[in-house]
């Protein structure tokens, strides 16, 4: 069964940075797209960051462009996204999906972490 697990969130002031994991199952892993999803409180759950198979291709919301980067390890399975010069509107449970395309639709993904709560204080 395909499984992915995020990890590194927590609590950390604006300005600061923070590096999220997301360990896959090797099956759930050769699925060709990666993203990284949030959810405030309050609100639905946006897209934030997607990545292709071969990191050849990259995706970002205009929110965090510039301040956020997605990347892989496919030899190890491992999918990630540095967050630098966070923001407290950053706060949210960050999500990590697997799915056929690389694209912002959540509808495109197919398989879903359970999330990590990151945290941006004042």
């Known amino acids: 069964q395909a499984q992915l697990v995020e990890s590194g969130g927590g609590l950390v002031q604006a300005g600061g940075s923070l590096r999220l994991s997301c360990a896959a199952s090797a099956r759930t892993f050769s699925i060709p797209a990666m993203g990284w999803f949030r959810q405030a409180p309050g609100k639905e759950r946006e897209f934030v960051a997607a990545?292709?198979?071969?990191?050849?291709?990259?995706y970002y919301a205009d929110s965090v462009k510039g301040r956020f980067t997605i990347s892989r390890d496919n030899a190890k399975n491992m999918g990630y996204l540095q967050m630098n010069s966070l923001k407290v509107e950053d706060t949210a449970v960050y999500y990590c999906a697997a799915g056929r395309n690389a694209y912002p639709s959540q509808g495109w993904y197919d398989y879903w972490g359970q999330g990590t709560q990151v945290t941006v204080s004042s």
């Open positions: 990545i292709s198979w071969n990191g050849g291709s990259t």
